[in-house]
């Protein structure tokens, strides 16, 4: 009787065991390439948040998958994450046609490594997240998942739904596309840090002759107030309009210097409350573009580091 009622036992706890074990492997996998789908969705959408909306549905399609069955965990999951993100796509879509002003990219604090890999920092700089955003949903991942995270043909097939042959001429229109519109230029960080520092004494001061100095003269500066804060309806093109835009918000705010999605960066407060993250394209010591969000249902993931991982 013991003896049976032991065995009962045992057999009692084995299946429990068996899923506690099997849900300890679907969480670690998961948990070691939480960053890396982040970025591929992140890259996707232009918006933090919906890149998390799309990480806990993949976390739930995650935890129905049979491991046995799985052959590359990191291609699987990236597959799950380009399926959710391009379903997104299409509610973003909607959402930017009803948009009041100028849309851009939800801004992250990123990590100074994320500046090193260049590859990594070109492909989240909001230049060129709106590079991206002129490329259709299918392209768009492809080049993504192609160009970003070297992803095989047959493995981004998968995920879009394509042939491998579709993939590769979709890839191939998709660069020339970008490489069409991608920005100017390359700073080097000694280059990048001087614009900078000078930017930043220029806006500070109100000087306007330092701001025309360190504008190229076909800067463009795009703001996004989102129809919930001021902000300009329009682009506002050229050194003498941007730095007159500029030089009205230095009396009542400060600015901190920051790395925003790879690239340089100042957090303007007020009251000590973020009031607008303003990121910059530099290019032969000159800042050609000026991303300025001050749409606050953005301004979320600017208190902490995001970590993005290729």
């Known amino acids: 009787m013991t003896d049976g009622t032991m065995s009962d036992r045992t057999g009692d706890t084995s299946e429990p065991v068996a899923r506690g074990d099997r849900m300890d492997s679907i969480t670690e996998a998961f948990v070691a390439y939480r960053n890396l789908l982040f970025t591929v969705a ?10 998390e909306d799309v990480l806990q549905e993949t976390w739930l399609r995650w935890v129905g998958v049979d491991l046995d069955t799985v052959r590359d965990q990191r291609a699987y999951l990236v597959r799950i994450t380009t399926r959710q993100a391009l379903s997104h796509l299409r509610t973003v879509g909607r959402r930017k046609e009803s948009y009041l002003g100028p849309w851009l990219p939800e801004p ?3 990590a100074p490594d994320v500046a090193e890999d260049i590859e990594l920092a070109d492909s989240v700089s909001m230049a060129m997240l709106l590079v991206l955003e002129t490329l259709t949903p299918t392209e768009r991942a492809v080049f993504v998942l192609r160009e970003v995270f070297d992803l095989a043909y047959d493995e981004i097939a998968e995920a879009v739904d394509k042939s491998p042959a579709a993939v590769r001429q979709i890839a191939h229109r998709a660069r020339t596309h970008v490489a069409a519109r991608r920005p100017r230029g390359v700073a080097s960080a000694a280059e990048t840090r001087r614009t900078v520092e000078a930017f930043q004494r220029a806006v500070e001061t109100g ?3 330092r701001l025309l100095d360190i504008l ?5 500066l795009l703001t996004d107030g989102g129809g919930v804060v001021q902000a300009a309806p329009a682009p506002v093109v050229g050194a ?3 730095a007159h835009v500029l030089g009205r918000i230095a009396a009542v705010m400060s600015l901190q210097p920051a790395q925003v999605n790879g690239d340089p960066a100042l957090i303007v407060r007020l009251d000590g409350e973020i009031d607008t993250v303003m990121a910059m394209c530099i290019a032969d010591g000159l800042i050609t573009g000026l991303y300025a969000v001050r749409n606050p249902e953005k301004l979320s993931h600017l208190e902490r580091e995001t970590i993005l991982r290729r």
């Open 240 to 242: 003498d309009q941007v």
């Open 207 to 209: 000087d306007l002759q």
């Open 108 to 110: 992250l604090l990123t």
């Open 42 to 51: 992140y890259e996707m959408l232009g918006s933090a948040t919906d890149a």
């Open 216 to 220: 190229a003269p076909d800067v463009v």
